[in-house]
């Protein structure tokens, strides 16, 4: 699977804020991903089962917050002061090398028992529906 895009920009995110030290770590263990937390693989780190504890799970990581989502900004949770200026980065790709890697990330979700084929996804990423 390609590292490009949002796990590269996590690594060069965690990198900034902590003065370049490296940190072995899986990078989902250092830099959470929100929608992920849901999925109930068994690598993943954080084990939620609402999206209440994934806001208090948000809350309760120390400042900066930095997660990783694929959520529209509308779903992405916010502080609960209107005081705090939250960041966003926001990573784009090429609409090819996007349909390609998040073809073979479907074949890691658990609960997709039986993936699409390639073309039966294409059409739905085509048009909008995947």
């Known amino acids: 699977m390609s590292v490009l895009g949002t796990t590269w920009t996590q690594e060069i995110v965690w990198q ?3 003065d370049g030290r490296i940190d072995y ?14 999925y109930p693989y ?18 309760s990581f120390p400042s900066p917050h930095v997660f990783k989502s694929h959520l529209r900004y ?16 926001y990573v784009l790709r090429n609409p090819k090398d996007t349909a390609v890697s998040f073809y073979h990330h479907y074949h890691f979700i658990p609960a997709l028992k039986d993936p699409p084929s390639w073309e039966t996804f294409f059409d739905q990423f085509i048009q909008g529906e995947g």
């Open 16 to 18: 900034v804020l902590h």
């Open 25 to 38: 770590r899986r990078i989902d263990v250092r830099i959470p991903w929100i929608e992920g937390m849901l």
């Open 42 to 59: 068994k690598e993943n780190p954080y084990k939620v089962s609402t999206v209440d504890m994934i806001e208090k799970m948000f809350e």
């Open 74 to 89: 509308q779903l992405i949770p916010k502080a609960p002061d209107k005081t705090s200026k939250p960041h966003y980065i």
